[in-house]
């Protein structure tokens, strides 16, 4: 007995040991092992948190209507501001008039759509390398590996800089098209403003696999969600209300970023996405037609699902136990 | 007879001096008693040539959409872009794939509309009297009178450059909101401007009264239009017809700029100019009806009105005989 208690003792020791060797070097590790994030919240381990949120806002009129109308169905809890956009200033003037609404940034790259575009807060002069021939950000998300990195910093600055200029309280932080997420040292900004800033970002375990530099950049600080939906081109547009329900039908427990792209298929829409059907103005549409139905409602009571918003994450932010 | 003849040689040689006199100091005075611009672009001198013009290209895609179909109609010849707009990659790819059409600059140096707004070419480091306090080109056009005058001149030198590095090969010049007319040290970097680039830009006879800085400063180069039609706010929308079939049955003989703003009441014309009906979205779906009508095309025919485009009076730049 002595002989095996000594040895039970001495794995102990290692355990322990090991376990602070890993509370050292990925405090992350430590976080998950104490307590989960939807535990932080305050919720029982096995609950199902949904944020069901609204990307683009700023970008477009119908993007900005169709969001809005969302946001107030009560279903949509949260959304994102693109600072660089022509529409910025009616979604503020909303932010303004609506404190309360959960609103963060969509922190912009690129400029996407070949009719109509737009390019970054600081000037053409300040942050050339963020500029494409045609002195617009980029319209695809790749030509952002090839940016000045200090003009990426400072560009993102000055989109949180202007959304409080003009009277956002921004909840989160997130990225328009992934830019911020395709590379350690976009990321390491995006991780530096927002600690700076106290602001929760959009970032989940289930993409760690193809992006192995995330989890050893983060810290118990930071909270991670578990899992991210968002529909893909693939999904038919005859099955988009069933690739939801499937999902959430499976949803498992933790903390879910489900993240929707609303607008109305309007001629604005139809000409700003003319020739794509990818995230375009049908595309938009459909989503708006799902996240505001009374089915998607139902689903969601159905299976338990319980709406969070970024805010209650933004809480967490420096009360965090070490 | 011979006191008589002698007292007439005297007259006519004191004429003849005063108008040498009237030449050098005011050439557009020689210039009117010479040619009227009518003959100088081929026309009997009672004819009346109307130029239709519709304003506000780029600045929107229901602006975009409409000024294409009327040009398209046959009734609307010409158009003027707005450079620093979100939508100009659309009227862009329009103007490359038109070479044939007539459009020119419209330029900008205000974003009047609250909810969607942009800013100067230039960055705002390189051009900060320029911006209001949001960071974009002001709302109201009085506000371009503290603008620094090098500014301007750099931002307007962009616009143009601009252009043409999107393909645009522009046919004149003309200003968004008047601003360029409404002193002296603005409307002198217009002149420069538009004479290095060999442009026809838009200035009337007309203006003369309430500009009177206006005439000393143009030269015989400088095609000067007799008069231009705009409608104001007084006119009730249900006069909206009743107001131009006026105009055009009231033409005087010359050259006429009839200046329109062309959009569909669409929802994205709706948000971006809710609240103000003037230059609003119906005010804009009206002239959109009037210049694509049957009856404006009857009512031209039946008066005797001749359609032109800034392009012939662009082909008189360096023409003039001194």
Redesign the interface.
């Given at each position: 007995m002595r002989g095996k208690l000594f040895v039970a003792t001495i794995m102990l020791a290692l355990v322990a040991s090991s376990a602070a060797a890993l509370h050292r070097n990925h405090r992350l590790l430590s976080q998950a092992e104490t307590k989960t994030l939807v535990e932080r919240l305050g919720y029982p381990r096995d609950a199902k948190l949904l944020i069901v949120h609204a990307d683009d806002l700023g970008a477009?009129?119908?993007i900005?209507?169709a969001s809005i109308k969302a946001l107030e169905s009560g279903l949509v809890g949260s959304g994102s501001i693109m600072v660089p956009c022509?529409?910025?200033?009616?979604i503020a003037?909303y932010a303004r008039a609506h404190p309360e609404a959960d609103l963060g940034l969509h922190l912009t790259l690129t400029s996407e759509w070949?009719?109509?575009?737009?390019?970054p807060?600081?000037?053409?002069?300040?942050v050339p390398s963020l500029l494409d021939s045609?002195?617009y950000l980029p319209l695809e998300s790749e030509a952002t590996t090839h940016m000045d990195i200090k003009e990426v910093e400072a560009e993102i600055r000055a989109q949180i800089a202007?959304a409080r200029?003009?009277g956002i309280q921004p909840t989160h932080l997130d990225s328009h098209m992934d830019t911020l997420y395709h590379s350690k040292v976009l990321f390491e900004i995006l991780l530096r403003v927002a600690r700076e800033n106290k602001l929760p970002f959009r970032v989940s375990q289930q993409w760690f696999a193809r992006a192995p530099f995330m989890p050893a950049l983060l810290g118990p600080d930071d909270p991670v969600l578990n899992r991210t939906i968002i529909i893909e081109p693939k999904v038919a547009p005859e099955d988009w209300a069933r690739f939801y329900t499937e999902e959430i039908k499976n949803l498992r427990p933790g903390v879910t970023d489900m993240i929707v792209h609303l607008a109305?298929a309007?001629?604005?829409m139809k000409?700003?996405t003319s020739g794509h059907p990818n995230w375009g103005a049908e595309w938009r549409q459909r989503d708006f037609a799902f996240v505001t139905s009374d089915a998607f409602r139902k689903l969601l009571k159905e299976n338990n699902v319980k709406l969070i918003t970024w805010r209650e994450i933004g809480k967490l932010i420096g009360k965090t136990e070490h």
């Open positions: 477009a009129h119908s900005n209507s022509p529409w910025l200033p009616e003037a070949s009719s109509y575009r737009w390019g807060v600081l000037g053409r002069e300040r045609s002195g202007r200029a003009f109305f309007d001629e604005e000409g700003m």
